[in-house]
């Protein structure tokens, strides 16, 4: 059996939930809890490239995949509420902007 979700050509957003934004100068980042009704999360990466864990360890600049700055990624809920975010470099602000859908 295939191992795929099929959505909706025209995604429908969480109704009533706000954006979410990281801002990473120093450290690590998480998202806040996402809304019960969110199947996935689509966000970009702004400005400067980040690394992204989802085992529970800290990303590092040998550690993690790396998300590039000025493309989007669609994660499961389950994914973004385990992503832990750090810049890729050590200078500029990492800009992560999400939003939450339904099917």
């Known amino acids: 059996m295939p ?3 099929v959505t909706n050509l025209y995604p429908k957003p969480t109704k009533g939930v706000t954006d979410q934004t990281l801002s990473i100068t120093t450290g690590t980042s998480t998202f806040s809890a996402f809304n019960s009704l969110t199947k996935y999360i689509a966000l970009d990466v702004q400005d400067v490239d980040v690394r992204v864990t989802f085992d ?15 493309r989007s ?5 389950a994914a973004a509420e385990d992503a832990i975010f750090a810049r890729k470099s050590s ?5 992560i902007h999400a939003s ?3 099917d």
């Open 91 to 95: 200078s500029g602000t990492a800009v």
């Open 73 to 77: 990624y669609t994660f499961s809920k």
């Open 56 to 70: 529970g360890s800290t990303p590092s600049t040998s550690n993690g995949h790396i998300l590039y700055a000025g």
């Open 100 to 102: 939450e859908f339904t």
């Open 3 to 5: 191992n795929s979700f």
